[in-house]
């Protein structure tokens, strides 16, 4: 199994920081905050919107910000006869536009883990003789 990984990034008890870390941008006249969780949402959405992905898996969808850097973490479990390797590649692709359209990060890593492979709920239903 081919899987890429990035630097673990630290926990707010390591940094000293309460709460998620957030991606903060800032202009003259203008700031807004995006947190960690609401850029996991918008990976969460792409991933699982995209066809032969059955679900989440494992730690699901886990997405670290820290100095600039947008690091997306998504297991997911595929639909038997789905392509495995176009599909990580389908699911990476779509969460890195999602997050690209709705965030805006200076810097983005989107990684996929295929964690499982299940019969979609129509073959189930086959193979019992329903």
């Given amino acids: 199994m081919s899987s890429f990984r990035i630097s673990r990034f630290p926990t707010a008890r390591e940094t000293g920081r309460k709460g998620a870390a957030v991606m903060t941008e800032h202009s ?3 700031a ?3 947190s960690e969780s609401a850029l996991a949402k918008i990976a969460a959405t792409a991933a ?3 066809k032969g992905v059955a679900g989440k898996k494992g730690r699901g969808i886990v997405v670290k910000y820290l100095d600039g850097i947008v690091a997306a973490d998504v297991h997911i479990q595929a639909y038997y ?3 495995l390797r176009t599909l990580a590649l389908t699911v990476q692709q779509n969460v890195a536009k999602a997050l690209t359209v709705m965030a ?3 810097h983005l890593e989107v ?3 295929i964690e499982d492979v ?3 709920p129509h073959e189930g239903q086959n193979h019992t003789g329903g």
Avoid: C, E, N, R
């Fill in 28 to 30: 003259d006249s203008f």
């Fill in 32 to 34: 807004y905050t995006i």
């Fill in 48 to 50: 699982l919107g995209t």
């Fill in 81 to 83: 006869g789905a392509q």
């Fill in 104 to 106: 805006d990060p200076k």
């Fill in 111 to 113: 990684h996929v883990t």
């Fill in 118 to 120: 299940v019969m979609s």
